[in-house]
């Protein structure tokens, strides 16, 4: 019989984008969550995200990983092509605006390339 009382696993998410969004708002708000959120992984195609609405300079993406306990990506290619990458339960899109819609479509590309493999496909 199953044990009903016991807490669900953590949702695993990945924060895509790492700049002064991701720092002041959704990295914090989701450590804060813990233990139903495990932040699974940081992406950020550079090393040092560049922000320009803080003074103070924003975490280098090492930094990022260290101080949340993840991994961390180059691209969502890399994160989608990592073991952790089908373990994930949800992302946060905090990148530019304009590459919103190419982050999205590659994302639910992955999710329907997963469905049709689990429906033997």
Request: proline share 11%.
């Amino acid at each position: 019989s199953e044990d009903i009382t016991a807490s669900p696993p953590p949702a695993k998410i990945a924060v895509i984008g790492c700049g002064w969004w991701s720092q002041g708002w959704h990295l914090p708000h989701l450590a804060r969550n813990a233990p139903h959120v495990e932040i699974a992984a940081v992406v950020d195609p550079t090393p040092k995200p560049h922000c320009t609405l803080s003074s103070s300079p924003p975490l280098s993406l090492s930094e990022l990983s260290e101080k949340y306990n993840c991994p961390c990506f180059a691209s969502v290619s890399e994160l989608l092509a990592d073991p952790i990458g089908p373990t994930l339960d949800g992302v946060v899109v905090a990148t530019s605006h304009a590459s919103h819609f190419d982050v999205g479509i590659s994302l639910l590309n992955e999710g329907i390339y997963r469905r049709q493999m689990a429906e033997g496909g």
